[in-house]
């Protein structure tokens, strides 16, 4: 099993990026997802997260601006990141922690490799 993450790259301030996340594997059943981010010199933190019944919920700082939604059938996670700040540059990983595979369900951290996002002002 493994996570891998896409979409990241440079934009200007008040630009858009969408980030995509696909699980790969004999994956039939991802649980919640989460997006994270790590800027320079700073710890991971959350930023958007949506359940398996597609409640999510957002950092304050990017509320009204980031969106994130999935596709269970294509395994997949997105986030749709606009109007987009200097600050919110970092490296973006995706998360989950329960992932049913093959025959079997494993409670236990999933990470994407990462992706940069860079916002110039």
């Known amino acids: 099993v493994q996570l891998q993450a896409s979409g990241g790259g440079l934009v200007q301030a008040g630009g858009s990026l969408r980030l995509s996340c696909v699980a790969s594997g004999s994956i039939y059943s991802v649980g919640d997802w989460g997006w994270y981010r790590q800027a320079p010199g700073k710890q991971r933190e959350l930023v958007a997260r949506?359940?398996?019944?597609?409640?999510?919920n957002y950092d304050d700082s990017v509320k009204g601006r980031f969106t994130i939604s999935r596709d269970d059938d294509k395994k997949t996670v997105y986030l749709q990141m606009s109007s987009l700040k200097p600050e919110d540059t970092a490296v973006y990983y995706c998360?989950?922690?329960?992932?049913?595979?093959?025959?079997?369900?494993?409670?236990?951290?999933?990470w994407g490799q990462g992706t940069q996002v860079t916002v110039s002002s």
């Open positions: 998360y989950t922690d329960y992932i049913c595979a093959g025959s079997s369900c494993a409670w236990r951290d999933y």
């Open positions: 949506i359940t398996s019944r597609g409640s999510t």
